[in-house]
């Protein structure tokens, strides 16, 4: 009991006996007097009974709280989700693992934002493994019971938000070279995603129980935002679909997968359209781009922003409004009445001056 070095830790650390359990817990320093007065202020405590409830809590590593949430929660959510978090949860593992969680402080993701950035990593990218830390921490705070304080909020206010209001759409050069790129496999899937609207996720976990051949139409019992949606089929999609279950080779309960039946993984899917936009020689787009490009064109031909809300399953109509610009001939009725209103007053004072 007292203070220690141990060989796999660069900091000071502490243990105590209390009620015959032995708690460690590190000081977060190196330096020897420093770590001395942080032994000795928590000694207090200890004998004071203020950390008595924290020291209680299972002395788990933050590996074996991911593998958790691996195994408890991740799997009642979608299969997209699930990978997802996987991939994510593999990140985060490889530099908190080891860490105990009642040691992971504001300061020590802090450090892993700033790791990140120093990488490269986009700010996105960041904002998202930090948001399933955070998560991650909420359910061990509430349903665990295996720490007090979730350390991932303060971090993440430095970071700032990211733009979420991109829009990039094909032009009709680049939709001809993308689609004749697009091989057999992936082309009804983006053939649909741009007749739809749909996410990548949503198309990737489309079953033919969704798809409404009687109605023309594609129903989404749970989106994103929680909330189901339908979208009306064009005839393109309509075509498609029908092309796609006429010659499916086994019997699945998924529209696009693969010979196994089971659905395609969302990382193939997306390196095989990288690679296809990368070959046709469209630069700077992504797959969910192929969502703001259903929206553009919708816009662009005249659709109410309000209808485009609802095919899109945005909940807030601000989510659309980034849309608006594309349309600025569908404005020009409303500003064309302030010609109505002052063409005879601006002209006569013209005329005025020159007389």
């Not at 079953?207 to 109605?215: C, H």
């Not at 196994?260 to 046709?280: E, L």
Request: aromatic share 8%.
């Amino acid at each position: 009991m007292g203070l220690y070095k141990r060989k796999d830790s660069q900091y000071y650390w502490m243990s105590f006996r209390i009620e015959g359990r032995k708690i460690s817990e590190s000081t977060r320093t190196a330096n020897k007097k420093l770590a001395e007065k942080i032994h000795a202020k928590r000694l207090i405590e200890v004998i004071e009974g203020k950390w008595f409830g924290a020291a209680a809590k299972p002395n788990l590593t933050m590996a074996e709280v991911f593998d958790r949430y691996l195994s408890e929660v991740s799997p009642q959510l979608s299969p997209t989700t699930d990978q997802r978090n996987a991939q994510m949860v593999k990140n985060l593992t490889a530099f908190f693992g080891k860490t105990l969680i009642r040691d992971v402080t504001a300061s020590v993701v802090s450090d892993y934002k700033a790791l990140g950035l120093k990488k490269n990593y986009s700010k996105e990218t960041i904002l998202r493994e930090l948001g399933l830390l955070r998560r991650i921490f909420n359910i061990a705070i509430l349903e665990w019971e295996l720490c007090d304080d979730n350390p991932v909020p303060k971090a993440l206010k430095t970071l700032g938000k990211v733009d979420s209001k991109r829009v990039r759409y094909l032009s009709p050069d680049e939709s001809q070279r993308l689609m004749v790129a697009l091989p057999s496999w992936l082309k009804p899937i983006v053939i649909i995603a741009r007749h739809t609207g749909l996410r990548r996720g949503n198309l990737i976990e489309l079953t033919w129980s969704q798809v409404d051949f009687e109605r023309k139409a594609i129903v989404i019992p749970i989106t994103k935002n929680g909330n189901p949606i339908g979208i009306p089929l064009t005839k393109t999609a309509m075509r498609t679909l029908l092309e796609v279950q006429r010659i499916r080779h086994i019997h699945s309960p998924y529209v696009f997968c693969y010979l196994d039946g089971k659905p395609y993984s969302p990382g193939s899917v997306t390196i095989a359209f990288r690679r296809v936009c990368k070959k046709a020689g469209v630069s700077n787009f992504r797959f969910h781009d192929l969502r703001h490009d259903f929206a553009s064109s919708l816009v662009q031909s005249g659709v109410d922003i309000h209808r485009v809300k609802e095919l899109l399953g945005h909940k807030d109509l601000r989510m659309t409004i980034r849309y608006c610009h594309l349309s600025p001939e569908n404005l020009r009725e409303a500003v064309n009445v302030l010609d109505d209103k002052e063409d005879g007053y601006v002209l006569a004072t013209l005329n005025k001056k020159r007389g």
